[in-house]
């Protein structure tokens, strides 16, 4: 999980959501707004999967790559990432992976 400072307020999470700029993924799509600081969040729709503890599972592993990477390669902006159904299948390299890629597209443009 992402420290409280470095989670979105509504507010900033509606912002980044209208204005943000997209990157598709294989197993999520990546909006990114530029910022001073690094914030992040995580969305897995109802419309994935109806099992809670399982779209909570996908959620904190996000997190958690996100945490890891940032710890790699530090960077600033506000990301937030919407899982496809895709993502459920998906073992946490794959995952990783795909989310990894999804960073990286927003570097090199």
Do not use: C, D, W
Not at 65 to 83: C, D, E, N
């Amino acid at each position: 999980m992402l420290a409280k400072q470095n989670r979105l307020t509504t507010h900033e999470f509606n912002t980044a959501f209208k204005n943000g700029r997209r990157f598709h993924g294989e197993l999520a799509t990546m909006l990114y707004m530029p910022s001073t600081t690094v914030k992040a969040a995580v969305v897995v729709s109802g419309k994935t999967t109806n099992i809670k503890p399982v779209r909570n599972k996908l959620r904190r592993q996000v997190y958690e790559i996100v945490r890891a990477s940032q710890k790699v390669a530090p960077r600033t902006g506000t990301y937030i990432f919407l899982l496809k159904k895709e993502a459920l299948r998906a073992n946490y390299a794959t995952l990783s992976q795909s989310i990894t890629k999804l960073l990286a597209k927003q570097l090199n443009t």
